[in-house]
């Protein structure tokens, strides 16, 4: 939900001069358009992930009309996208200060930049505007098949707005006196406000495992799971039924949550002892991606927890997360993260030990899945297989 700095004031000089020594062609190019039409090109830039182009278009537009919110705005998330945070905290910052009243993106964007009480200023700032357009819509009576408010407000963006103000008392607010207060009304605004995000019924299992509330959890993370995951059943279903010609469906257009987010739910589900639906959950992130040292971890530590029926299991999934690792690492593709898995991966695996007898891995070949593992492209030293739960 974030984003992850050159001299303010030496920027627009330094594009300036770039822009003179492209030529004189560059320069006629842009003079052709009007500020609104250079500003719609830098927005279709920005989506073709083109971002020299539209850094070329919005300096051109910015120059013409220095205080166009729109412009600013453009500029601001080409910033973002650059990693230049700084200056684009400076260009939402001037937009706020042109229009305060109007336009929540602004509001968003900041929030996500700064930290603290200022983030949860910003985003509060956001929340009224959105609450403000949406209002306006009920009063026009507006019908719920036309098309949202002309800024694109919808009871999703309010919910996930919510859930950033949630996620700051969980973590940078969390001192403060008042912080479970503000974050228990944040997350049941969230949900209050689309009790069709999932992310919302994530985030307050979370709270309540925080709170050390399970049954709470529970409750939550199943709601909020109970939102996608058939969704996803149902398109493993008709994948079974097609022909090997048809083409694959992508589950990020049947499902609106992303993969990180499916593994930060299946975390959850494993802490509140609902081993069979992290189990799913884990196996259809597999199938999209079997590259992740962290799912094939999650895997293990699911099975280890199950107990001794699946030690095996474990010990396979683990094994293969060490090998990932060892792959990564050599590719140079290996992040921290895999590093403070692998920590753990390895005393899971002492603790474990070796296979106890071939009668154990023959039982645990029986139950081969036969999907996933046919599919990984690296080997392994481990011939056990995983038994289905």
């Given amino acids: 939900m974030a984003g992850k700095h050159a001299p303010k004031s030496k920027k627009k000089p330094k594009a300036g001069k770039k822009k003179q020594e492209s030529g004189d062609s ?138 950033s103000v949630a996620e700051l008392y969980m973590t940078d607010l969390c001192d403060e006196a008042d912080a479970e207060v503000q974050c228990r009304t944040a997350l049941e605004r969230a ?72 593994v930060e739910a299946a975390k959850i589900l494993i802490e509140v002892e609902d081993y069979k639906t992290a189990n799913e959950v884990l196996e259809y992130l597999l199938d999209e991606d079997d590259t992740s040292v962290q799912v094939w971890y999650l895997l293990g530590l699911q099975n280890y927890l199950e107990g001794a029926d699946y030690k095996a299991n474990a010990r396979y999934y683990l094994t293969k997360a060490t090998t990932l690792y060892t792959k990564k690492k050599k590719e140079g593709t290996d992040t921290e993260e895999d590093l403070e898995i692998l920590g753990h991966v390895e005393k899971l695996l002492t603790e474990l030990g070796p296979g106890e007898t071939e009668g154990e891995d023959e039982e645990e070949d029986a139950g081969n899945r036969g999907t996933v593992e046919d599919d990984i492209d690296f080997e392994t030293d481990s011939d056990e297989e995983p038994m289905d739960h």
């Fill in 191 to 262: 949900i209050e406000r689309d009790a069709t995000y999932a992310e919302a019924f994530h985030l307050m299992a979370s709270f309540q495992l925080i709170k050390q509330n399970k049954n709470e959890a529970k409750k939550m993370i199943d709601q909020g799971v109970k939102l996608w995951l058939p969704k996803l059943q149902s398109i493993d279903k008709s994948e079974t039924l097609a022909s090997e010609d048809e083409k694959e469906i992508d589950p990020l257009q049947v499902v609106d949550i992303s993969y990180g987010s499916r």
């Fill in 26 to 163: 560059s320069a006629n190019t842009t003079q052709k358009y009007t500020v609104d039409q250079l500003l719609d090109k830098v927005a279709e830039y920005l989506d073709e992930f083109k971002y020299e182009l539209a850094q070329k278009f919005c300096q051109r537009a910015v120059e013409l009309e220095p205080d166009n919110l729109r412009a600013l705005e453009l500029s601001g998330q080409l910033l973002l996208e650059v990693g230049n945070n700084e200056s684009a905290k400076h260009c939402f910052g001037r937009a706020v200060e042109l229009s305060p009243d109007n336009g929540h993106s602004k509001y968003m964007y900041l929030g996500q930049l700064c930290e603290g009480v200022d983030a949860v200023t910003f985003f509060q700032k956001g929340i009224a505007l959105m609450e403000e357009s949406l209002l306006e819509q009920q009063n026009k009576e507006v019908n719920a098949a036309c098309a949202l408010p002309s800024d694109g407000v919808s009871v999703k963006d309010i919910s996930s707005a919510y859930c």
